[in-house]
Structures are given as C-alpha cells and as structure tokens.
C-alpha cells in the first residue's frame, strides 16, 4: 500500500484539503477539497473571537470552546471518511502537513478579545489547532510548516529549487481545473513536505496535550 499526506491551508471557518501520494519523486493529487469547519457556515462560527469579543469572558470562553469542538469532530470526520476511501484505492493516510501564520504564541484570552489584530490571528489558529488535533486523533503524523518559510523549507527538503518546486505544484493542478489557487498549491506543498520529512521532525502527540 502507497503512503499518503494529507496538506491543509486553513481560513476562518473552512480549509483547503489536498490529498498527495509521491512515486519516484513524482507527486500525484488523489483527493481535493475545501472543507467548511463549522456548520452552518455564518460568520458567527466562522469568527469565533470576533463573535466572542463583547461577551463577557465566561460566557465568550464557552462559546470559543464550542466552535472549537465543533471545528475538531467536522476535521475528524472529513479526515476518516478520506482514509477509508483511499485505503480502498490502494493508499495509507500517514502524515498530515498544516500551514501556520508566522505570529507569536497567543497571549491569554483577555488579552486576545482586547486586540482587534490578535482576534483575527486567534480566529485563524482555532481552525488550524482543530485540524492537527483531528489528524492526530486519525493516526496521522504532523509537519508544520510557517507560511513565509514553506516555498524555502521545502526546496531544501526537497532539494529542488524555488522556481522549480513552484512550477511544479502549479502544473500539479492543471489536469484537475479550477479551483487550484494559492490555498491548494500550499495544501499541496505542505503534503508533500509532510511525506518528505525525517520521521523524527514530526509530530506525534496532540496539540492539546503539547
């Protein structure tokens, strides 16, 4: 059985989902989508923080906390169902790769519901912290890799140059048609970074438990 990564670029509410098998260095999309992480799909549940930020912090943690749940079961579900159907097309989900914002660590929620910039990082890290936790809970391994850095860490993974790795993710769309934007090229890279990486730069515990 092939091995395959799941690569995930993350928004407020919703992700876009690139399943990737590499053979001889050639890699191959099995499986594209853009994944809603709330339901329904209202800006409430989309912008948790945002929604949050007048509650009082009670009453804004509970709600935060079940988007959150929310976020974690919809990921899980998504993430099972695509195992299945790729085990019986020959395929093993092994790794997942996330892209993540290039931000510091976040500060306490207080903190966060008092910074209109901090909310919209925060709103972004809720929906990524989900898909790495659903992933784990799926056997899934975890690379991460930060937006800014993901073109250079993979050309150096991968020892392709930049131009080149960048020509060829593009052209890994064109049988598939649109959409095939900037979240599915990265989707797709950080898939196949997630394959190409040392098993010992890889996550295997929870983000919830560190």
Avoid at 91 to 105: D, E, H, I, K, N
Wanted: aromatic residues 6%; hydrophobic residues 40%; proline residues 6%.
């Amino acid at each position: 059985m092939k091995s395959a990564a799941l690569g995930f670029r993350a928004h407020s509410g919703w992700t876009a989902l690139v399943a990737l098998s590499v053979t001889k260095g050639v890699p191959q999309v099995l499986a594209r989508q853009r994944l809603h992480l709330v339901d329904p799909f209202t800006y409430k549940l989309r912008q948790p923080y945002h929604t949050a930020e007048k509650m009082p912090l009670d009453e804004a943690r509970a709600s935060i906390a079940g988007v959150e749940t929310q976020a974690k079961r919809l990921a899980y579900h998504a993430i099972h169902e695509l195992q299945e159907s790729l085990q019986a097309q020959g395929y093993q989900l092994t790794r997942c790769g996330v892209v993540t914002a290039s931000g510091r660590p976040l500060p306490s929620l207080p903190q966060i519901l008092a910074s209109h910039a901090i909310i919209h990082t925060a709103d972004g890290e809720l929906f990524r912290r989900a898909l790495l936790h659903a992933s784990h809970r799926c056997g899934l391994a975890n690379a991460t890799a930060k937006e800014r850095e993901l073109l250079s860490e993979s050309s150096r993974i991968l020892r392709l140059k930049p131009d080149v790795l960048t020509r060829r993710i593009a052209d890994l769309g064109r049988p598939l048609g649109a959409p095939w934007t900037q979240d599915e090229k990265f989707a797709s890279l950080v898939a196949w970074l997630a394959l190409a990486s040392p098993s010992s730069a890889l996550t295997r515990t929870s983000p919830d438990k560190g």
